[in-house]
């Protein structure tokens, strides 16, 4: 059992033009790959993705940006909470619009949310963790994980905003032969 508790309720719940305010992040590590004569050869970059609670398919730690936290900390609180993870945000991806189906209320009657989406570069993963007892974890490459991953806006995130800038990462910082997307 966790020691941390995860946070409950709406009555923190950031609002803007009718939309709920999400904050989220696309935990990242690096897993060396290994050759068949037991060599090192290349770092793989592999994301992790939880189960839905309502649902099939895989998702990224998402949730409720509340009014006493800024949207950094609130991504790291539902990368802890959701994932049981503990990083380093390394980059702002965007914000992704979508229509909850099941988070609808008198300040939001049409679900519409905007989510601020970071990279977050794992450092801890937690042996147990506030949302143990509902999410498992799952280590996935780049194309597993979209080919898995629930939400389409979720999708757009992971390809459109993380492996774009971590190509351009790697550019920049001269590491293109030795990290690989794949």
């Given at each position: 059992?966790?020691?941390?508790?995860?946070r409950?309720?709406r009555?923190?719940?950031r609002?803007?033009?009718?939309?709920?305010l999400v904050?989220g992040?696309?935990?990242?590590k690096?897993?060396?790959s290994?050759e068949?004569n037991g060599?090192?050869?290349?770092?793989i970059?592999e994301?992790?993705?939880?189960?839905?609670?309502?649902?099939?398919?895989l998702?990224f730690?998402?949730?409720?940006?509340?009014?006493?936290e800024?949207?950094e900390?609130?991504?790291?609180?539902e990368?802890?909470?959701?994932?049981?993870?503990?990083?380093?945000?390394?980059h702002?991806?965007g914000?992704?619009?979508f229509?909850?189906k099941?988070?609808?209320?008198?300040?939001c009657p049409?679900?519409?949310?905007k989510?601020?989406?970071?990279?977050?570069?794992?450092?801890?993963?937690?042996?147990s963790?506030?949302?143990?007892?509902?999410?498992?974890?799952?280590?996935?490459?780049?194309?597993?994980?979209?080919?898995?991953?629930?939400?389409?806006?979720?999708?757009?995130?992971?390809?459109?905003?993380?492996s774009k800038?971590?190509d351009d990462?790697l550019k920049i910082?001269?590491?293109?032969e030795?990290?690989?997307?794949?």
């Amino acid at each position: 059992m966790s020691e941390l508790v995860a946070r409950t309720g709406r009555h923190q719940q950031r609002y803007e033009d009718g939309c709920r305010l999400v904050a989220g992040c696309i935990p990242f590590k690096y897993r060396n790959s290994v050759e068949s004569n037991g060599a090192a050869s290349q770092k793989i970059v592999e994301v992790l993705m939880i189960n839905s609670t309502s649902g099939p398919g895989l998702l990224f730690p998402k949730g409720g940006w509340e009014n006493d936290e800024t949207v950094e900390e609130a991504a790291l609180r539902e990368a802890l909470e959701e994932a049981g993870v503990r990083g380093d945000l390394k980059h702002f991806l965007g914000c992704y619009l979508f229509k909850s189906k099941t988070l609808q209320d008198e300040s939001c009657p049409e679900g519409l949310c905007k989510a601020a989406m970071f990279a977050l570069l794992v450092k801890e993963e937690l042996p147990s963790w506030p949302e143990q007892s509902t999410r498992e974890r799952s280590w996935l490459t780049i194309p597993e994980a979209i080919e898995r991953c629930r939400h389409p806006w979720m999708r757009k995130a992971l390809e459109e905003g993380f492996s774009k800038w971590h190509d351009d990462h790697l550019k920049i910082n001269g590491e293109e032969e030795d990290i690989h997307i794949s």
